[in-house]
């Protein structure tokens, strides 16, 4: 009988045990919110189309990965040409994020970086085509706080001879 309530009371708290929550991870680096914040600012920016107050929000070190079909990754004068071409070429830029996201590093770590995806509009310069591009964009940031690097993944090359389509 002993035994047999003792095999109940170690089964019993097994179950217990096995139930029970497991602790709190931490969700998030505590640089997750003030580059959040950072990443917003610079879609915000470029909006509405004020590449010059981008400027500080990014590394003079940053490496930029383009949405272009056989694209090299660029450096800051790419990147900054880069916005400045969109922006020339387009009125109206638009960027609906849908949700942003905290990044991991390569082993699941969670560790500042930022993610969104969403949808951009805009309408072309030339031929007045409106675009319209769902996106995923990743930005890592530097000690200082700025963009080092930046993932654009979307079809850029498919938008661009969108934009300039002609209606015939």
């Known amino acids: ?34 580059n959040l914040a950072t990443a917003k600012k ?18 003079p070190g940053v490496t930029h990965y383009p949405p272009f079909y056989g694209s090299e990754p660029g450096k800051y004068d790419e990147f900054i040409a880069a916005g ?12 609906n994020a849908e949700v942003w996201l905290p990044g991991t590093d390569s082993l699941g770590v969670l560790n500042g970086s930022v993610r969104t995806y969403g949808n951009w509009s805009a309408k072309n310069t030339a031929s007045g085509n409106v675009i319209s591009n769902r996106a995923y964009h990743s930005f890592e940031f530097n000690g200082a706080g700025q963009i080092h690097e930046l993932r654009d993944y979307f079809d850029g090359s498919g938008l661009m001879a969108a934009a300039m389509a002609t209606n015939e």
């Open 42 to 59: 610079f879609f915000e920016l470029f909006n509405s189309e004020d590449l010059d107050a981008q400027i500080p929000l990014i590394c």
């Open 1 to 34: 009988m002993k035994k047999s309530f003792l095999i109940y009371v170690c089964v019993f708290s097994l179950f217990i045990i096995s139930c029970q929550q497991a602790p709190k991870v931490v969700d998030t680096n505590p640089n997750y919110e003030k």
């Open 84 to 95: 400045k071409g969109w922006m020339d070429n387009f009125d109206e830029i638009t960027y």
